[in-house]
């Protein structure tokens, strides 16, 4: 099973960009779809964005769809989330999270980063 840590979290202003990133140990990483979810004080965790195993595909939920993108580099063990024009709406606990199975069957990620905090002032 991978071990994953997330970087790269802070506190921005509403409209700043911020790159998230998560390194990945511990097994074969280009074996695995990875994803990136979110949960904010008091709210369900939310899917935010996922890459296929060699970034062939890549998926978003229409909240982040144009604002976020998703990348990988299976040279380093990295997946990275870009993210543009934040809103307040975006204020959340960031986790990477690793799949051996399909990017948008959610309950099947089994390997989760510790998190890294976003906050979006206004």
């Known amino acids: 099973q991978v071990q994953l840590a997330e970087s790269g979290g802070g506190l921005v202003q509403a409209g700043d960009s911020l790159r998230l990133s998560c390194v990945a140990s511990?097994?074969?990483?280009?074996?695995?779809?990875m994803g990136w979810f979110r949960q904010a004080p008091g709210k369900e965790r939310e899917f935010v964005a996922a890459?296929?195993?060699?970034?062939?595909?890549?998926y978003y939920p229409d909240s982040v769809k144009g604002r976020f993108t998703i990348s990988r580099d299976n040279t380093k063990n990295m997946v990275y989330l870009q993210m543009n024009s934040l809103q307040q709406e975006d204020t959340a606990n960031y986790f990477c999270?690793?799949?051996?199975?399909?990017?948008?069957?959610?309950?099947?990620?089994?390997?989760w980063g510790q998190g890294t905090q976003v906050t979006v002032s206004s």
């Open positions: 511990g097994g074969t990483f280009s074996n695995y779809v």
């Open positions: 890459i296929s195993s060699f970034a062939h595909s890549t």
């Open positions: 999270a690793a799949t051996l199975f399909g990017a948008r069957d959610y309950g099947r990620y089994n390997s």
